[in-house]
């Protein structure tokens, strides 16, 4: 933790001097930040992986602090590094030409243009985890896996893939963090976001002859209740076992009904469907979210009870690697972006040699 905390150090101590520098250089300067603590469980054992395995424990899930650079009202940069569990890592780094509200560059890291639901930064997603992140789940299924006469599930890079749509999604790279260029805009109701990646994650070099492209356009829907539809496009190319070039393309569809904070009912819908980048077969999956939020007075200003189904057939060539998660849930808001975070993470195969997994965990947020 003692390279984070200088880090941190540094990142102050950089903002301040760029404050000071703000009479001559015409720069504005925020920070941003959050800090989610999280407590969680986990109903796989000793037993199922052969190791040990805490049934519960405390993690830092994100502990971030940005510094975000407006220049002239027209070009701004953000950096923004992750500091959780004692890692220091690069989150996003990127500089942004606001040539026109219709058309803009930006050139760094940043998420791609592709999934709504991995683009809803977490401060605002009414879930805890995007993805099914029970631990030792992957250990679970693969020591099941190797033990069958007739293995089912994929494995990239020796990795088990579950049935789950998110996290299919981002362990092959097609959303998520990675470095490129993008040009994007708003033409009234509509926006557009179109780029190319290296394809390698968070803070990489390419390490294929090709690049990766992802593209995403939505609309805002004239109607009462705010309501965006999408669609998004990613192409990919990876090095699978270190020694293979492969590559595929997901397509994605959304919708969004509602809002972070506003009174009343907030759905969060997506569909996918593309190339499983292990087998080159094809997967798909399909993932939403129901919320329900209740206003309230004092030092509690919000209750909010919510409901998730995800469902994902990582191979449609066989049958038995589906799986299914469901999560209930309830959230209690405080000031702005703080809230208290309780869900119920239930993962259940379709085969039934995989036993079902959950996890209980608890958050709690504040962000700026």
Known sequence: MGRGLLAIVGLMAWSTAL??????SDVEIGLTGRLQYQFNTTSVGEAEIGEPIAASTFETRRVRLGVNLTFADWLSALIEPEYALGRLQLRQAWVNLGIDPKFELRFGQFKKPFSAWQLTSSVIHPLIE????????????????DAASTPLLSRLNEVVLPGEEQELLERMGYSSYDMGTVAHGELGRFQYTAGVFNGTGSDTRDNTDGKGFAARVTMQLPVRAPLTIGAGVSRQ?????????????????????????RPGIHVLGEAMMGTNLAVDERMMGIQGVVSWFAPASGRIEGFEPLGRLSWADPNGEIDGDEGLLVTPGFNVYFVGRTRLMLNWDVFVPADDRFETVHAMRAQAQVAF
């Open 237 to 261: 190319e990876i090095m699978l076992d270190g020694e293979e070039e492969v590559d595929g393309t997901a397509f994605e569809v959304d919708a969004e009904l509602g809002g972070f904070r």
């Open 130 to 145: 995007r993805a099914v992140r029970i631990r030792g789940l992957n250990e679970a299924l693969g020591a099941l896996d």
């Open 19 to 24: 404050v000071s520098a703000q009479a001559v």
